[in-house]
């Protein structure tokens, strides 16, 4: 009797490393920009592959940009994002416009391509109610900062899409530290106990602030988070942005093929601080591992395979550049120009019918507000 619990405790490990082994990377472009599995490759025009080039070199400059104006006082918070480019843009990139975005707190760059004006990202930055206005048509929610909640709404999202019959994908993104959360179990559990059309991405930049992902769980990736809920995970080069088309585009077509959702988890870092908000990356990481991280970075490699084709050149990224110094200009002016926020601008937006307790208040707030 003894023995064989032990047995079946021997076998239960074994099941576990049989199953981490599945796990393994996918990539597409290596670091050096060359195609490495020719199989996987995804069917991109010519103009599609630029275009994704283009969207990740503004969002670079996008990046810079935004941390100078925090630093100055124009915005208010932000995320860095540079580094995780291929992770956030081709992932969005693999999408159609029907498609849904739920994001969280740094992928503001996603709900961007996806249509949200820059300006108002700029307003919700600041905290204005505008930049939560989302315009009609433009399928996103504003960012979450509660660590984990976008998936469990996305289920629901998901859920929903399916109940109409639309042919559409929910999508959102958390990152490392996000998977030790309750709502990261429940939306992916529930969204595969309804085939509901999900795609859940995990950015794993190896920190949740100072933690490292080692210390985040004793699982070897986070994709085989998937395997409890019954769902297909992959994990995939996040700084390869071929490799996260691929994943993403797939994952698109089984859900809209009634086929359920799946878990990506993108390997990935964020070069700059975890926000603007006092963070010193140099107390928990080293130069080294920046140094290591760096050398796998998508733009250098998306533009080394883009040159070796003929498709990239200095001066067409120089127009990129340009083009996002000036789009950035004229989004803040009208961030600008937007009214200053009142009180009863944040209480007449909350509900279609007003309760009659916060009517009271409005009309006070009114009264005070004409004076
Ligand atoms: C429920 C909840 N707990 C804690 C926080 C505070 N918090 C903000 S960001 C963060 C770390 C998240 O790390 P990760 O999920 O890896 O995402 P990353 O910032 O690296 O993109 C924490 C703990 C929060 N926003 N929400
Ligand atoms: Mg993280």
Redesign the pocket.
């Known amino acids: 009797m003894a023995s064989k619990l032990k047995n079946a405790q021997l076998d239960a490990k074994k099941a576990l490393e049989a199953v981490e082994e599945q796990f393994q990377t996918l990539q597409i472009l290596n670091e050096q920009g060359e195609v490495v599995n020719e199989a996987a490759m995804p069917n991109l025009t010519d103009e599609q592959l630029q275009e994704l080039m283009r969207r990740m070199v503004y969002t670079r400059i996008l990046d810079q940009r935004s941390i100078s104006l925090n630093r100055q006082g124009r915005l208010g918070f932000y ?1 860095p994002t540079a580094g ?1 480019e291929a992770s956030q843009l081709a992932s969005q990139f693999a999408l159609e416009t029907e498609d849904f975005i739920l994001p ?3 992928d503001v760059p996603q709900i961007v391509w996806h249509g949200l004006p820059l300006s108002q990202a700029f307003l919700w930055s600041r905290g204005h109610f505008e930049g939560m206005n989302i315009p009609e048509g433009v399928n996103v929610l504003h960012p979450q ?5 976008q998936y469990v709404q996305t289920a629901g999202v998901a859920l929903g899409m399916k109940k109409r019959g639309t042919k559409a994908v929910a999508i959102t993104y ?8 309750g ?1 990261f179990y429940e939306g992916i559990n529930f969204a595969g106990a309804y085939k509901a059309p999900a795609i859940f991405v995990i ?7 100072s ?1 490292p ?1 080692e210390k ?1 769980t004793a699982a070897k990736t986070l994709a085989q988070k998937a395997v409890a809920a019954g769902i297909p995970g992959i994990v995939v080069d996040g700084m390869d942005p071929l490799a996260v088309y691929a994943a993403t585009r797939e994952a698109r077509e089984r859900a809209i093929n009634g086929e359920g959702p799946t878990l990506i988890e993108t390997l990935t870092y ?1 070069y700059g601080p ?2 603007m908000a006092g963070d010193d990356p140099t107390r928990y990481r080293t130069a080294d591992l920046d140094n290591e991280w760096e050398k796998k970075d998508p733009l250098v490699r998306f533009r080394k395979f883009l040159e070796n084709k003929g498709l990239w050149s200095e001066e067409k990224e120089t127009e990129v550049i340009e083009q996002a110094k000036e789009d950035i200009k004229e989004a803040l002016k009208q961030a600008d120009a937007a009214p200053k926020q009142k009180v009863t601008d944040l209480m007449s937006i909350m509900y279609e019918e007003m309760p009659q307790t916060l009517k009271e208040q409005y009309e006070l707030y009114k009264e005070k507000e004409s004076k």
Do not use: E, L
């Open positions: 995320a995780q969280g707190y740094r900062i509660i660590i984990g909640a958390t990152g490392d530290g996000g998977t030790s959360q709502d950015q794993n930049n190896q920190f949740a602030i933690t992902r985040q964020r975890h926000t």
